[in-house]
């Protein structure tokens, strides 16, 4: 079974620019997950999508950060502006039925400068 | 009080110790528990899943005590390859939350 891909892997950017990270799902998964790590933290959720749809976003600084899974499959996560504290690993995430657990991509570190 | 609480230790241990992790949760509705293991610049990954009844893989034992709400991990003789931090998180129909990770440093 493939995991849960992530690009890229890395991301240095200025402060005020934008970025966007890209996450396919393990197949068949219908729920995905954004979570945010700061180093030295656990995962913070973001957001989280049921297919299409979202679940909870309540986490997610709506100002500067959105996020889509037009398709029910692969998702975007995007940052616009930029802000030196958006420095993290961005980590999606996603799960099927039962209680598998979840399971994550390798992550995008973003380093904004 | 936090929603999900972990001690940040580190927790410094020698080979074949035997070492315990609690996570504590606040929302008594939480509904699935899980342990993962994060190593040093890479993603969690799943550990095992804590049930009602305990469960144990090998030398991982963990329980869950729903009356005081939390979620243990215990390591039995551990290892080297054991230094790692632990999170525990939190799922089900509950926004799934992690704690912010147990370091365990298993020395010579």
């Known amino acids: 079974e493939a995991g849960v891909a992530q690009s890229p892997r890395y991301k240095i950017i200025e402060k005020r620019q934008s970025v966007a990270f890209w996450c396919n799902p393990i197949?068949?998964?219908?729920?995905l997950y954004w979570y945010q790590q700061i180093l030295g933290q656990g995962p913070k959720l973001l957001i989280q999508?049921?297919?299409?749809?979202?679940?909870?976003d309540s986490q997610l600084p709506k100002d500067r950060f959105s996020a889509e899974r037009l398709k029910g499959v692969d998702s975007t996560l995007k940052i616009q502006p930029a802000k030196l504290e958006d420095s993290a690993v961005y980590l999606c995430?996603?799960?099927?039925?039962?209680?598998?657990?979840?399971?994550f991509g390798s992550g995008t570190r973003l380093t904004v400068v | 009080r936090k929603e999900v609480e972990q001690d940040p230790g580190p927790f410094n241990v020698p080979e074949g110790a035997t070492v315990a992790f609690n996570c504590t949760y606040s929302?008594?509705?939480?509904?699935?528990f899980f342990w993962y293991r994060q190593d040093c610049r890479k993603e969690p990954k799943l550990l095992m899943s804590?049930?009602?009844s305990g469960n144990e893989d090998g030398r991982f034992t963990a329980q869950l005590n729903r009356a005081s709400q939390y979620i243990s991990l215990l390591i039995r003789d551990s290892k080297l390859s054991d230094s790692a931090t632990y999170l525990c998180?939190?799922?089900?129909?509950?926004?799934?939350?992690f704690g912010r990770g147990t370091s365990l440093i298993v020395h010579p």
């Open positions: 995430a996603s799960s099927g039925q039962g209680r598998g657990g979840y399971t």
């Open positions: 999508f049921q297919n299409n749809g979202v679940v909870d």
């Open positions: 998180l939190l799922g089900g129909s509950y926004i799934p939350t």
């Open positions: 197949s068949g998964h219908a729920t």
């Open positions: 929302n008594s509705a939480s509904q699935s």
């Open positions: 804590v049930y009602s």
